[in-house]
């Protein structure tokens, strides 16, 4: 399950690891708080600079501008293989936590008894301006009240997500020092399926995130989180929470590392030629 504040966040944070998902039959639930109509409005604030500009766009309401960042969104989620897209239509415009929200989200997250969540990495609990951070702090905040659900008083139990994965942690790819010690430390291989990311982000033309965007968005940001990790494309997870094995893990990844020649397996791929 996948819970961030606007429409296209699940797509670019995430897109290729719920492909990836999917096709293994994992069932993916991507969760949006915010309508999203005042986020990136690219097709309606470029439409009032034009000289002659197209009435029909630069008299949309909010609910005309969701409408349509919301149809991209179902056909990005189709393509990506989400099984099933939730909107709370909240105001986007919030910054701050609000118990109303709090309460919204941890019924869908009790309702759909996820797994794994995944979400923005939240910078500060109180960095308010930025409407990513106050997303995650209602997330969490939303998985400590499904925590103390009582089915006597709430009429369902408790539940309990068994991970929580970050995205967009504001740190160097691979860099173990930046925020003290803080990084990325899960990273999923989405060469196989970075054609279905970029088909998804052409679905939002509406704040311009389609064509050449799209392709050098995927280059560099996914580029270089798949040089970190000595793969073509990856993307890039920090994890909440602890991990308990019986024995010390090393993926089948890291046991097929050769350090010589890494460099021309992450070479392999011309995204722009591939999927122009």
């Given at each position: 399950?996948?819970i961030y504040?606007?429409?296209?966040?699940?797509i670019?944070?995430?897109g290729?690891?719920?492909a990836?998902?999917?096709e293994?039959?994992d069932?993916?639930?991507?969760?949006?708080i915010?309508?999203?109509?005042r986020?990136h409005?690219?097709?309606y604030?470029?439409e009032w600079?034009?000289d002659?500009?197209?009435e029909a766009i630069t008299?949309?309401?909010?609910d005309d501008?969701a409408?349509?960042?919301?149809?991209?969104l179902?056909?990005a989620?189709?393509i990506i293989?989400?099984?099933?897209?939730?909107?709370?239509d909240t105001?986007?415009?919030v910054?701050s936590?609000?118990?109303h929200?709090?309460?919204?989200?941890?019924?869908?997250?009790?309702?759909e008894?996820p797994?794994v969540i995944i979400?923005?990495?939240p910078?500060?609990?109180?960095?308010?301006?930025?409407?990513?951070?106050?997303a995650?702090?209602?997330?969490?905040?939303?998985l400590?009240?499904t925590?103390?659900?009582?089915?006597n008083?709430?009429g369902r139990?408790?539940?309990?997500?068994k991970?929580?994965f970050?995205?967009s942690?504001?740190?160097?790819?691979a860099?173990g020092?930046?925020?003290f010690?803080?990084?990325?430390?899960?990273?999923?291989?989405?060469?196989?399926?970075v054609?279905?990311?970029?088909a998804?982000?052409?679905?939002f033309d509406?704040?311009?995130?389609?064509g050449l965007?799209?392709?050098?968005?995927?280059e560099?940001?996914?580029?270089?989180?798949?040089?970190?990790?000595?793969v073509?494309?990856?993307e890039?997870?920090y994890?909440?929470?602890?991990?308990t094995?019986d024995?010390?893990p090393?993926t089948?990844a890291?046991?097929?590392?050769?350090?010589?020649?890494?460099?021309?397996r992450?070479s392999?791929?011309?995204?722009r030629?591939t999927?122009?």
């Amino acid at each position: 399950m996948t819970i961030y504040a606007h429409p296209a966040d699940t797509i670019t944070n995430c897109g290729g690891t719920l492909a990836r998902h999917a096709e293994a039959g994992d069932e993916v639930v991507a969760l949006i708080i915010t309508h999203g109509g005042r986020i990136h409005a690219n097709r309606y604030a470029e439409e009032w600079r034009k000289d002659d500009p197209d009435e029909a766009i630069t008299t949309a309401g909010i609910d005309d501008i969701a409408a349509h960042k919301w149809d991209e969104l179902r056909r990005a989620a189709d393509i990506i293989g989400v099984h099933r897209v939730i909107g709370l239509d909240t105001d986007d415009r919030v910054a701050s936590l609000q118990e109303h929200v709090v309460d919204l989200v941890a019924e869908q997250i009790a309702l759909e008894r996820p797994d794994v969540i995944i979400c923005d990495y939240p910078l500060n609990p109180v960095v308010a301006s930025n409407t990513h951070t106050v997303a995650t702090t209602t997330v969490l905040a939303a998985l400590g009240r499904t925590g103390t659900y009582l089915r006597n008083l709430d009429g369902r139990a408790e539940f309990h997500v068994k991970q929580v994965f970050f995205t967009s942690l504001p740190v160097f790819a691979a860099d173990g020092l930046s925020l003290f010690g803080v990084r990325n430390d899960v990273f999923v291989d989405i060469t196989p399926v970075v054609g279905r990311k970029v088909a998804a982000m052409d679905c939002f033309d509406s704040q311009g995130y389609s064509g050449l965007f799209a392709r050098k968005l995927i280059e560099s940001n996914n580029g270089e989180f798949g040089r970190a990790a000595g793969v073509n494309f990856a993307e890039a997870f920090y994890r909440m929470r602890n991990e308990t094995h019986d024995l010390l893990p090393v993926t089948a990844a890291a046991v097929a590392e050769d350090p010589l020649t890494r460099h021309l397996r992450y070479s392999e791929v011309d995204l722009r030629a591939t999927h122009p």
